[in-house]
Nanobody
Framework: QVQLVESGGGLVQAGGSLRLSCAAS????????LGWFRQDSGKEREFVAS????????SYRDSVKGRFTISRDNSKTTVYLQMNSLKPEDTAVYYC????????????????WGQGTQVTVSS
């Protein structure tokens, strides 16, 4: 129903920036929530940020507030995650995810997932 493909990951030094992109295809709906999650090796997948597709309401985990910005481009059916002032603890595989409604910031609430893109921040 919905396919998600992430891109933009890479290796960056602490304090640097990266912009992740998530291209969506298939059937999408205006009330969908698009989110970013991340999972470092040996740890659980954690919520990073989300945006409601229609209203544009955003949500962030506390540790990235003021550093990360989530946005969407309806014409391209794409969601972005601008990451500034990166820290080594931001190192993880970042996943784009979609949910059919406004949902809580937990992985279990999301139905569709991309394959992930690696972000590595060196000290």
């Amino acid at each position: 129903q919905v396919q998600l493909v992430e891109s933009g990951g890479g290796l960056v030094q602490a304090g640097g920036s990266l912009r992740l992109s998530c291209a969506a295809s298939g059937r999408t709906f205006s009330r969908y929530t698009l989110g970013w999650f991340r999972q470092d090796s040996g740890k659980e997948r954690e919520f990073v940020a989300s945006v409601t597709w229609s209203g544009g309401s955003t949500s962030y985990r506390d540790s990235v507030k003021g550093r990360f910005t989530i946005s969407r481009d309806n014409s391209k059916t794409t969601v972005y995650l601008q990451m500034n002032s990166l820290k080594p603890e931001d190192t993880a595989v970042y996943y784009c995810a979609a949910a059919p409604n406004v949902v809580p910031p937990v992985a279990a609430a999301y139905d569709y997932w991309g394959q992930g893109t690696q972000v590595t921040v060196s000290s």
